[in-house]
């Protein structure tokens, strides 16, 4: 593989006219009458949205379809090519004849028929890249705010877990099982992604199925929102997909109606986290009789292995030249002169420690951007040989001894304030805004605090499961000590 192809582009929502764009366009053109099946537009989303609109039509008949309506938008701003066209294709109107009609030469309407064709190519796409943009936004306010701004070493694990959810048969339940803070999300994530251009799911939702603790630190209950059971999944599942119920529907009632949906075309469910589910053993029955054309992609830090037909995909570490490539995007992106300058063997020796598990390494990351590259370094050496979660355990103590009192107030409301803006924040923690403000700049050099959300107007925070555990465990422990 090589380096690029390594590397996942984060996610823009931009997306250039292929080459030979106005050239399948133009096929289309041509095919408008033939008895032949042709699908030269077959892998547009715009075909797509036909196809499940209209389950039995021939992929000529899409394509006439997505024809049609680029030419009706050519008409408003080109009406005399879209008249061309129409008569060329359409009407089957030789140019011999069309000349006469528009007293002009043959060879002028040739000339004129390019253009034309290629501003038809480039309508429909803008077409196709309204409908991917308005699909993503759909889809992406049911996802968390992504903590990444680029993964690496995932277009194998892609490639890999995409041929078992475009099987045409089982597995229907598949896993991307691995340690905390590996990217078990953020491969469902860019998954889920990849899946709302294109592929053959008619919608995806997503859950989490973490449920939130009690808080010893604080002394307060995180939410009062119910642990994923059978109902609590229905309804979510039903909401996502807009799927209209009458209020006060039994149990047994709304998942009958959630099994006949989800049995009439194939959609797409990511439960994320699902080892959080205290009895998910009880759960996959469910999911089993849920699946089928639909597909479920979970992912647990536990093992599903012991189930028969459960598709488990481990995810393995980065390999050490993914790892430094991160390590150097993360110098880059936060503006470490001192990691981005740092010799291989400095990086190599943070591999040989931290290994290529993604959150350690940017917690590591956030450690070089308050203390000097040696002294964390250093510290690093001593980790040697501990196993993972002795090593996050370390690092975040590591972490926590270098915030101040307010950064430490501030990260310890986190847990209550997940995925908050900062007057949530401000309220929650008590803090002025320019304080607040500070300290999460702090909490974020750190990767203690992840943020998310669009533009600076609405920037989202929250932290990391693991880093929640670290607070409600060690930091809870010792602060009751
Ligand atoms: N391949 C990758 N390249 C760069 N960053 C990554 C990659 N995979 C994950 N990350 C980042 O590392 C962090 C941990 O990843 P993620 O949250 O997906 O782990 P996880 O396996 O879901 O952990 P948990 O079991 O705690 O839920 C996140 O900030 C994520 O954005
Ligand atoms: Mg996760």
Request: net charge neutral; hydrophobic share 45%; aromatic share 6%.
């Amino acid at each position: 593989m090589n380096k690029d192809q390594s590397k996942e582009a984060p996610m823009s929502g931009h997306f250039d006219m292929p080459k030979d764009f106005a050239k399948r366009i133009h096929q289309a053109l041509r095919a408008w009458h033939s008895r032949q099946v042709e699908d030269t537009l077959a892998d547009l989303l715009l075909a797509q949205q036909i196809r499940i609109k209209q389950e039995t039509v021939s992929p000529r008949l899409i394509s006439n379809q997505i024809l049609l309506a680029g030419l009706e938008r050519l008409k408003q701003i080109n009406a005399r090519g879209a008249e061309l066209l129409q008569r060329r294709f359409l009407d089957q109107e030789k140019a011999q004849k069309l000349s006469v009609r528009w007293n002009i030469s043959p060879d002028m309407i040739f000339q004129q028929q390019r253009p034309a064709i290629e501003q038809l190519a480039e309508v429909i796409w803008q077409q196709e890249l309204e409908l991917r943009q308005h699909r993503l936004r759909q889809i992406e306010t049911r996802l968390e705010a992504r903590a990444y701004s680029q993964l690496f070493g995932v277009a194998e694990k892609i490639a890999e877990v995409r041929v078992q959810l475009e099987s045409p048969s089982s597995p229907w339940l598949i896993v991307l099982e691995g340690l905390g803070g590996i990217g078990k999300t953020a491969l469902a994530d860019a998954l889920v992604h990849k899946f709302a251009l294109t592929g053959p799911f008619k919608d995806i939702a997503w859950i989490s199925a973490k449920q939130q603790d009690f808080l010893p630190a604080i002394g307060l209950q995180a939410t009062n929102q119910p642990a994923l059971d059978v109902d609590t999944l229905a309804n979510s599942l039903l909401e996502q997909f807009n799927v209209e119920i009458p209020l006060s529907l039994s149990p047994q009632a709304k998942l009958a109606i959630l099994t006949k949906f989800l049995k009439s075309s194939p959609y797409l469910i990511v439960i994320d986290n699902l080892e959080t589910v205290v009895d998910y053993q009880t759960l996959l029955p469910t999911l089993r009789k849920l699946a089928n054309p639909s597909r479920f992609l979970l992912t647990s830090r536990h093992s599903l292995q012991a189930y028969a037909d459960v598709f488990c995909y481990n995810l393995k570490e980065l390999s050490q030249s993914d790892t430094l490539a991160l390590l150097r995007h993360e110098a880059q992106m936060r503006g470490l002169p001192a990691l981005a300058n740092a010799s291989q063997t400095q990086l190599n020796s943070i591999y040989q420690v931290v290994g290529g598990n993604p959150l350690a390494l940017k917690l590591v990351v956030g450690q070089i951007s308050v203390f000097p590259l040696p002294q964390v370094l250093d510290n690093l050496k001593q980790a040697h040989g501990k196993k993972m979660d002795e090593l996050y355990t370390y690092i975040y103590w590591q972490a926590w001894n270098a915030l101040n009192v307010t950064s430490k107030q501030v990260l310890l409301a986190m847990p209550l304030a997940q995925d908050g803006d900062l007057a949530q924040l401000a309220a929650m923690s008590q803090l002025a805004t320019d304080k607040l403000y500070d300290a999460l700049d702090h909490l974020v050099m750190l990767s203690l605090v992840e943020v998310g959300g669009d533009d600076l107007t609405d920037h989202r925070y929250h932290i990391h499961r693991l880093t929640e555990t670290f607070l409600l465990t060690e930091v809870a422990k010792w602060q009751a000590a």
